[in-house]
């Protein structure tokens, strides 16, 4: 039987794929994850948590212009309509939101019953996350066409 976070891993990956495609009309394919290219609108990350018999925290990376574009395709403009910070937050931390929602809704079927928090958006040049040495880290990179996100899920450790 898979362990919890194998099961976290992929259950991430289906996530991801599906609400793009379902509610971006968006391919993504999975590959090695790639730093994502310096963007001087900078990164964006949102993240969703899970707490209950599986706890840990998804955060989704992309470069802001990604994110315009992922934005654009939520709100169905064109990116040019896209002129707030806002609506780019927003929409990250709706589809981070759609993202983990899949996967715990899937853990409970599972019978790994979990609660979400709340959907929070980071903004910034080179960000980068880290977890304590009590967290299992998983890593997964998707692409569509030219651009990249990132997918890291933390997993608190509970064979400590």
């Known amino acids: 039987m898979p362990t919890q976070i194998e099961q976290i891993d992929e259950l991430t990956r289906e ?4 609400v793009f495609q379902s ?6 394919n999975p590959e090695a994850p790639t730093p994502l290219r310096q963007d001087t609108g900078g990164q964006i990350i949102g993240s969703v948590g899970f707490i ?3 706890t840990g925290i998804v955060y989704l990376y992309a470069n802001v212009s990604f994110a315009k574009v992922l934005t654009s395709r939520m709100l169905g403009i ?11 937050t ?4 709706e589809i ?4 983990v929602g899949y996967v715990k809704s899937r853990l409970c079927d599972r019978g790994m019953h979990c609660t979400l928090t709340i959907p929070s958006v980071v903004r910034g040049q080179e960000l980068k996350v880290e977890g304590s040495n009590q967290v299992i880290r998983r890593v997964i990179g998707f692409r569509n066409c030219q651009d990249h996100l990132l997918a890291e899920v933390l997993l608190k450790n509970s064979e400590e």
């Open 52 to 54: 209950g018999e599986a």
């Open 90 to 93: 927003d929409a990250v931390g």
């Open 96 to 99: 981070s939101n759609m993202v």
């Open 23 to 28: 509610m971006l009309s968006m391919e993504v």
């Open 15 to 18: 996530a991801v794929k599906e």
């Open 78 to 88: 064109s990116v040019a309509e896209v002129d707030a910070d806002d609506m780019v």
